[in-house]
């Protein structure tokens, strides 16, 4: 299984970013979870946004609810991370990930066997 995320760039507070993840060697829908997560320079790798096989869940960190969108595209076996008023402390390393987490972990990063390469977001005031 590979995942090749993309769409990170240097954009200023308040602008917008799609960032995506295609999966290849095995289907998204395959897998009981799949998200992003982020790591900040200097900070430990953290819960962005997970959605559950056949859509049955999607669960956001706190501090990008109502400006962040997790979506997926089956038939490109895509991952999307739609992100809207962007802040400075957005500024991270995003990686897309793939696993079976239990319910109870699906936020920890130790659940997710597979992740992609990572695409930097930079958001400057």
């Known amino acids: 299984v590979q995942l090749q995320a993309s769409g990170g760039g240097l954009v200023q507070a308040g602008d917008s970013l799609r960032l995506t993840c295609v999966a290849s060697?095995?289907?998204?829908?395959?897998?009981?979870?799949y998200g992003w997560f982020r790591q900040a320079p200097g900070k430990e790798r953290e819960f962005v946004a997970v959605?559950?096989?056949?859509?049955?869940?999607?669960y956001y960190t706190d501090s990008v609810k109502g400006r962040f969108t997790i979506s997926r595209d089956n038939a490109k076996n895509t991952l999307y991370l739609e992100m809207n008023s962007l802040k400075p402390e957005d500024t991270a390393v995003y990686y897309c990930?793939?696993?079976?987490?239990?319910?109870?972990?699906?936020?920890?990063?130790?659940?997710?066997?597979?992740w992609g390469q990572g695409t930097l977001v930079t958001v400057s005031s």
């Open positions: 060697g095995r289907t998204l829908r395959s897998f009981r979870s």
């Open positions: 959605m559950r096989h056949s859509g049955s869940g999607v």
């Open positions: 990930a793939a696993g079976d987490p239990i319910l109870s972990q699906i936020s920890a990063s130790e659940g997710y066997p597979y």
